[in-house]
């Protein structure tokens, strides 16, 4: 550029070209009714209380620093361990010594972590929810005072393998074999998709898995193990599009010898290792309800603030009518997992409802946020800008615990009584 060329532009354009700094975690100014039908007014207090420590938390140690870590596809594990301060870390599993956390307040803490980020959610849904929970509901007393409590605490991180390189929906195919020793059992195996399972072998930290396999009776039997046993190594999965702040493994157990108080006392067949599935499910409908939250919040910050002809992009009628339907979309999972949730309390939950819920919640949610990242229109592919990490983590939400066609075959057989998982 000449002298000149530079003092005309400089002429015209004295303070540069800048595009404003939008706010789109809604706040302050910009904050966006989340709640447009009231679903949660009458949350009590203590449910609300964990809802809101969820939701500082997010907002003050979460969404400051995640970007940096999605785009790096790098773990926070600093998270794992304040999560566990701030008694976020339990999913509603309740052990002496620590508050009790309902149902409800388990769904509320999931939804404001996803909210902000599906990933940290996800840390939950993997470390509380599966095995924290398999060591709770399955385990002896010992085993919950040595593996339990350290997980609820967030200084053991833990992992939940149950899936395989060659059984993923089909996951009561599981080919990991447990051969029963002298004071023992020796596990042979590969499991694939496990969240924290590489970090006692990548980064040398204490860590432990509940690991499912195959008795030599063919019954699946649950196990927890240190990953620091001789003979389980463990790759980080690189290249993900989703979650890419936090681990997944492919796990290799050789010859992995683990002793007889490794073996969880009640997980003698699938169907417990079902029933802690069964109780983990409406948590992924939470999720999704958080992250379909995050989604719209962005959409309608960045409406109110972008300019496009001359006025907000709020402004226009077809803006206005999308975000009507994402709002829509929204309300209506908030409704489903809250009433979910209530027949979860009243032990009334059958497994189609909840699969209902998951079904439904995970396709809204890739809608929300497919609608959002468009409404951001170039920024909506910048990491930086929210919407495009939502969109992105929703697809692991629709695939993880059940793919969505896994819970349409569920649902679909209790509306015709015919099972079409094969043939
Ligand atoms: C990010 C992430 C985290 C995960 N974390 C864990 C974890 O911590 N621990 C763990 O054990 N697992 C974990 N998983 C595994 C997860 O539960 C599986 O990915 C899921 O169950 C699907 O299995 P799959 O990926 O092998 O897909 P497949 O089972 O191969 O399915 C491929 C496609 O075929 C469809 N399909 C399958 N069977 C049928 C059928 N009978 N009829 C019609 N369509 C069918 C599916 O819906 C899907 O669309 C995780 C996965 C992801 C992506």
Known sequence: MTQDQQSQYNET??????EPEYELYGRGEHAVDVDPAGVFADVPDEDAEYRQRAREFSLTEVAPIID?????????????????????????????GFPHQSRLAAGLVNMELARVDASVATIVGVQGALALRSVADKGSQEQVERWARPMATGELPGAFALTEPTHGSDSVGLGTRATRVSGGWVLNGEKKWIGNGSLGPQLGLEAASVVWARDDDGDVRGFVVDQASPGYSAETITGKLALRAIWQAHITLKNMFVPDDALLADARSFKDTSQVLFATRLGVAWSAVGAAMGAYETAVAYAKQREQFGRPLASSQIVNERLARMQSEMVQIQLLARHC?????????TGPQ?????????????????NARDLLGGNGILIGNRAARHFADVEALHTYEGTETVQALLIGRSVTGKSTFTG
Request: glycine share 6%; hydrophobic share 45%.
């Open 13 to 18: 354009f004295p303070d540069g070209v800048t």
């Open 68 to 96: 940096d870590y999605w785009d790096r596809a790098d773990y926070p594990l600093q998270l794992v361990r304040r999560l566990g301060e701030l008694d976020l870390l339990r999913d509603g599993v309740n052990l002496d």
């Open 341 to 349: 949730e209530r027949l979860e309390a009243a032990g009334a939950l």
């Open 354 to 370: 909840a699969s209902l819920a998951k079904y439904s919640s995970t396709r809204a949610a890739r809608s929300i946020a497919a």
